[in-house]
């Protein structure tokens, strides 16, 4: 049975639901063939684990029916890791992956409808978070123009007009999705409010449908999966797919560390070579740039840094900055670096030394470097970077 291109790039949509419901499509039987939708739908939780986002490696290989149906497979997984980390994290990685498109769509518009209806209006997804009477475009007569009569509501900007540059959100469901946490501009003190009203601008729309979004993924995660009908033979069937994803959640929570100097020269020789390649404009495999980019980021490197010392610009500067985003937190520490076991799965362990053989990870490589040097000195207080 075809289906919708659109349930393909949001598969939480109400509507994906209902036609994966209406076709009649089992994840215990694909599961139990060994479907393609169940390899992408590990790499769906890989991706989120590692690196923040659940776009497939190479969308090529995944046909609309897989990659809706892989979303299903992902959260059976996830539930069996039976870890709150990895439902936080897949939440988080499926709500980025859905910011960013919605940023493609809302930007490009016109013929929503033709070729399969690959994109989203803003209006839509209004409508899906149920929010389509929450959120209006500012209209010509300034603050509280809500209450004007004809305002119109529903998010989108009127035909021909040029698109807005800010929205007004109604005060509860701003308080609902908005968090303090994301930074001090989303504080309703430093916020301008009208008539029950706040007032964001066009670019952070797309930051509270990310919260809408990440609380409906998150919605019902974990659920049994051992126990129930047919269950047990689900769980069996994905173990070692399961077992693979514990391990990549383990290699995140060991990854610690309290150096805060950027020393190149004691990076260790997996990183030296990835930081050698990015230099050398070798395009990086995603799970490479990831394992350097939170390499760097877990010792206190910003954006900025980090495309300074990789000497990049352009696309790959803007990428790298967007991962460094996914890839920090308050604390530093929401995806640190794989272990060296994933490294070397992955082909990124080369030239190992001696110290390689006395540690499992590469912060504590560097960790126990920096501490055996004694004085060191930080690269960005260098004009050269070493």
């Not at 305002?151 to 007009?161: D, I, K, P, V």
């Amino acid at each position: 049975m075809p289906m919708d291109p659109l349930y393909a790039r949001y598969p939480f949509f109400e509507g994906a639901r209902e036609a994966v419901r209406e076709a009649g499509i089992s994840p215990a039987a694909l599961i139990a063939e060994d479907a393609p939708a169940v390899e992408r739908g590990k790499e769906r939780v890989e991706r989120a684990l590692m690196e923040g986002n659940v776009a497939a490696e190479d969308s090529r290989r995944w046909d609309t029916r897989e990659e809706l149906l892989s979303y299903p497979i992902a959260r059976i997984l996830v539930s069996l890791i039976e870890t709150p980390a990895a439902v936080e994290k897949y939440a988080k990685a499926e709500a980025a992956t859905a910011r960013e498109r919605f940023r493609t769509d809302f930007a490009t518009d016109d013929d929503l409808q033709s070729g399969g209806r690959t994109r989203a209006s803003l209006e839509e997804v209004l409508r899906e978070f149920d929010l389509a009477d929450a959120v209006r475009p500012e209209q010509t007569g300034g603050p509280g123009s809500a209450n004007r009569p004809g305002a119109r509501r529903g998010g989108g900007a009127s035909a021909g007009s040029r698109a807005p540059s800010h929205y007004w959100v109604e005060l509860g469901p701003y308080l609902d999705l908005a968090d303090a946490e994301w930074g001090s501009r989303w504080r309703l003190v430093n916020r301008e409010v009208a008539a029950g009203e706040v007032r964001i601008a066009a670019e952070e729309l797309s930051r509270i449908l990310e919260a809408a979004v990440e609380r409906r993924v998150a919605t019902g995660l974990p659920f049994e999966v051992r126990g129930t009908d047919g269950g047990d033979a689900i769980a069996e069937a994905v173990s070692t797919a399961v077992a693979d994803l514990r391990s990549l959640l383990n290699d995140h929570d060991a990854g610690r560390t309290t150096v805060d100097a950027v020393v190149p020269a004691l990076f260790p020789p997996c990183m030296k070579a990835l930081v050698r390649r990015a230099r050398g404009d070798e395009s990086l495999a995603g799970h490479a740039e990831f394992s350097l980019v939170s390499f760097l980021v877990a010792f206190g490197m910003d954006a900025a840094d980090v495309t300074t010392l990789l000497d990049v610009d352009g696309d790959t500067a803007e990428r790298i900055e967007t991962r460094v985003e996914y890839l920090a937190n308050a604390d530093g520490t929401q995806y640190p670096p794989p272990s060296c076991e994933t490294m070397q799965s992955y082909g990124d362990c080369v030239d190992p030394d001696e110290r390689c053989e006395t540690i499992t990870h590469p912060l504590s490589y560097y960790t126990d470097a920096v501490r055996d040097a004694g004085d060191v000195r930080d690269w960005r207080e260098t004009a050269s970077g070493e």
